[in-house]
C-alpha cells in the first residue's frame, strides 16, 4: 500500500461530509485506485470483482509502518463499519496536515527558540566575552559536521554565533 496522498486526491467536501459518508467513500476510492492497478476502467468495474477486492482487503495486513492507520481504516470500511473508518481517516488527514505544517517550519521554530524573542531579555543579552573560550573551544574541538552545534549548546550561544567566530577573528557582537 502507498502513502495517502500518492494515490488518494481527497474530496473537496471531507470536512463536512458525515464520518459514515467519508467511510463509503473510501471504499469506493481504494475499488478505484484497485482497477486503475488493474487496468479496468472506473466505469466498468465487475461487481464480482470489487465484492472479492472488498473480502480480500477486509482480511489484508501488511507490515508497512507508514501505512498502518490507513490501511484500518480502510480494513473497517470493508468490513461494513463505515463511521468508524470515516473517523480513522478524518484522523488520518489531520495527523497527516500537522505532520507536514511541523515539517515546513521546524528551522523557523529552531532559530526563534534558540535566539528568545525580540524584545526578551534573552535577545538583549549578547555573548561577549565569550568568544574568547568559544574560540579555545573551536580550537580543541575536533572537525566534524556538528562541532558548531555542540560548542553552542556548551555555552549557550547559536550555533550561527560559533560559526561566525570561527571565520572571523573578532568578536561579531
Same mark, same amino acid.
Given at each position: 500500500?502507498?502513502?495517502?496522498?500518492?494515490?488518494?486526491?481527497?474530496?473537496?467536501?471531507?470536512? !463536512?461530509?458525515?464520518?459514515?459518508?467519508? /467511510?463509503?467513500?473510501?471504499?469506493?476510492?481504494?475499488?478505484?485506485?484497485?482497477?486503475?492497478? &488493474?487496468?479496468?476502467?472506473?466505469?466498468?468495474?465487475?461487481?464480482?470483482? &470489487?465484492?472479492?477486492?472488498?473480502?480480500?482487503?477486509?482480511?489484508?495486513?501488511?507490515?508497512?509502518?507508514?501505512?498502518?492507520?490507513?490501511?484500518?481504516?480502510?480494513?473497517? &470500511?470493508?468490513?461494513?463499519?463505515?463511521?468508524?473508518?470515516?473517523?480513522?481517516?478524518?484522523?488520518?488527514?489531520?495527523?497527516?496536515?500537522?505532520?507536514?505544517?511541523?515539517?515546513?517550519?521546524?528551522? !523557523? /521554530?529552531?532559530?526563534?527558540?534558540? /535566539?528568545?524573542?525580540?524584545?526578551?531579555?534573552?535577545?538583549?543579552?549578547?555573548?561577549?566575552?565569550?568568544?574568547?573560550?568559544?574560540?579555545?573551544?573551536?580550537?580543541?574541538?575536533?572537525?566534524?559536521?556538528?562541532?558548531?552545534?555542540?560548542? &553552542?549548546?556548551?555555552?549557550?550561544? !547559536?550555533?550561527?554565533?560559533?560559526?561566525?567566530?570561527?571565520?572571523?577573528?573578532?568578536?561579531?557582537?
Amino acid at each position: 500500500m502507498e502513502p495517502l496522498n500518492s494515490w488518494l486526491p481527497l474530496p473537496d467536501n471531507w470536512q !463536512t461530509r458525515t464520518d459514515e459518508s467519508l /467511510g463509503w467513500w473510501l471504499v469506493s476510492a481504494w475499488i478505484g485506485f484497485q482497477a486503475d492497478k &488493474a487496468g479496468i476502467p472506473r466505469d466498468a468495474v465487475p461487481e464480482q470483482w &470489487a465484492e472479492e477486492l472488498v473480502r480480500a482487503t477486509a482480511a489484508m495486513d501488511s507490515d508497512s509502518v507508514e501505512v498502518a492507520a490507513l490501511e484500518k481504516a480502510i480494513r473497517r &470500511a470493508c468490513n461494513g463499519d463505515m463511521a468508524s473508518a470515516g473517523t480513522l481517516l478524518r484522523k488520518i488527514i489531520v495527523h497527516d496536515a500537522v505532520g507536514e505544517v511541523k515539517d515546513r517550519l521546524a528551522g !523557523t /521554530g529552531l532559530g526563534v527558540r534558540r /535566539g528568545g524573542k525580540k524584545g526578551s531579555d534573552r535577545a538583549k543579552e549578547t555573548p561577549k566575552g565569550k568568544g574568547a573560550k568559544i574560540r579555545e573551544a573551536l580550537a580543541a574541538a575536533p572537525k566534524t559536521r556538528n562541532r558548531a552545534s555542540l560548542i &553552542a549548546r556548551q555555552f549557550k550561544v !547559536t550555533a550561527d554565533y560559533v560559526r561566525k567566530l570561527e571565520k572571523n577573528k573578532t568578536d561579531p557582537h
